[in-house]
Nanobody, 125 residues
């Protein structure tokens, strides 16, 4: 399982982007999926997560109301819709997956077993 994020790019502040996460050889609906980001010189931080069958979502206060995580199980994809982007959202974004994560750990990137190459999001002011 190697989730791959794509869809990043350069956007002006206030704009929107939709990131996608795909993984071949597995069914993402069987995994808890998380989005994380890492800015230069900073630790990887939690952005969003979605549980499996019930689809409950989690967000930190920094993105709540602006970002939305979703699944399309028919396409085996997970998305991160990002609206009202701010320069401080600039980072490399990663999607991560885990089938056995403890829910209390869902916000911690090291708790996920699978992740792949990220995608760069740059928000200009």
């Amino acid at each position: 399982v190697q989730p791959q994020a794509c869809g990043g790019g350069l956007v002006q502040a206030g704009g929107s982007l939709r990131l996608s996460c795909a993984a071949s050889g597995c069914t993402l609906s069987s995994y808890v999926m998380g989005w994380f980001r890492q800015a230069p010189g900073k630790e990887r931080e939690f952005v969003a997560a979605v549980r499996r069958s019930v689809g409950i979502t989690y967000y930190p206060d920094s993105v709540k109301g602006r970002f939305t995580i979703s699944r399309d199980n028919t396409k085996n994809m997970v998305y991160l819709q990002m609206n009202s982007l701010k320069p401080e959202d600039t980072a490399v974004y990663y999607c991560e997956a885990d089938s056995r994560i403890i829910l209390s750990m869902i916000r911690y990137p090291s708790a996920y077993h699978y992740w792949g190459q990220g995608t760069l999001v740059t928000v200009s002011s």
